[in-house]
């Protein structure tokens, strides 16, 4: 079956650096996304990771292994408004989402 | 501003009625999907349409009905058949179905409850 695996909650303090993992097993590869999700509302996207490496993009990085079938969103200089869910979803062979559960990251003064 | 738009945002149903949720984007996307959120659970794939007038189920499509008359609306109907309907339902869409690097954009979600 096809399973994405993510921390369920993590906390973290304002200023600092978090790293948020996922692992992944799906059928086929076609891309990484991380979306932010603020509770209530519509997740937004962050990132995209379809090759090896580190993506970067402001506070926000993230990185894909694909032999490991790994990745990781890295938020340096944390702000309170980052407190919200981290979503990981692989895009399968069939071009379809496969969603983790979230990682609700809590940010405290 | 091109957007998303769902309504309404809270929705209330009692047992055994049919309730339609609304979606409606002017983003010019050929693909539009409907996923559901419920706690402690990844996004399941409701139902899915790459193009007007052709839409696929999703992962659990059971007791849920869709249509897609016009790019723009892709409205989703919870029958009496779906057991657990409680839930915070988004829509979402995509420039094409397939392709790499294809970001779904989404509504801001309807919570429906069940009385």
């Known amino acids: 079956g096809q399973n994405i695996d993510q921390p369920t909650e993590m906390t973290a303090t304002e200023g600092a650096i978090v790293q948020i993992n996922c692992t992944y097993q799906?059928?086929?590869?076609?891309?990484l996304f991380w979306y932010q999700q603020h509770a209530g509302e519509a997740p937004t996207f962050l990132s995209y990771n379809v090759l090896d490496g580190l993506e970067e993009k402001g506070r926000f990085s993230s990185f894909l292994s694909r032999s490991k079938g790994y990745s990781y969103l890295l938020l340096k200089e944390l702000q309170m408004k980052d407190s919200a869910s981290y979503l990981c979803?692989?895009?399968?062979?069939?071009?379809?989402?496969?969603w983790g559960a979230g990682t609700k990251l809590i940010i405290k003064p | 501003d091109g957007g998303i738009t769902q309504s309404p945002k809270y929705l209330f149903r009692k047992e055994g009625q049919n309730v339609t949720l609304s979606c409606e984007q002017n983003?010019?996307?050929?693909?539009m999907y409907w996923y559901r959120q419920d706690p402690g659970q990844g996004l399941r794939l409701i139902y899915y349409s790459q193009i007007v007038n052709d839409f696929q189920k999703g992962d659990i499509a059971e007791g849920y009905s869709v249509s897609r008359e016009k790019k723009e609306s892709f409205p989703l109907t919870v029958t009496s058949a779906q057991k657990n309907p409680t839930a915070f339902y988004l829509c979402?869409?995509?420039?094409?179905?397939?392709?790499?690097?294809?970001?779904?954009?989404f509504g801001p979600g309807t919570r429906l409850t069940v009385l």
């Open positions: 979803a692989v895009m399968d062979s069939n071009y379809q989402l496969i």
């Open positions: 979402a869409s995509s420039i094409t179905l397939a392709g790499e690097g294809n970001e779904q954009f």
């Open positions: 799906t059928s086929g590869f076609n891309g």
């Open positions: 983003l010019n996307h050929d693909a």
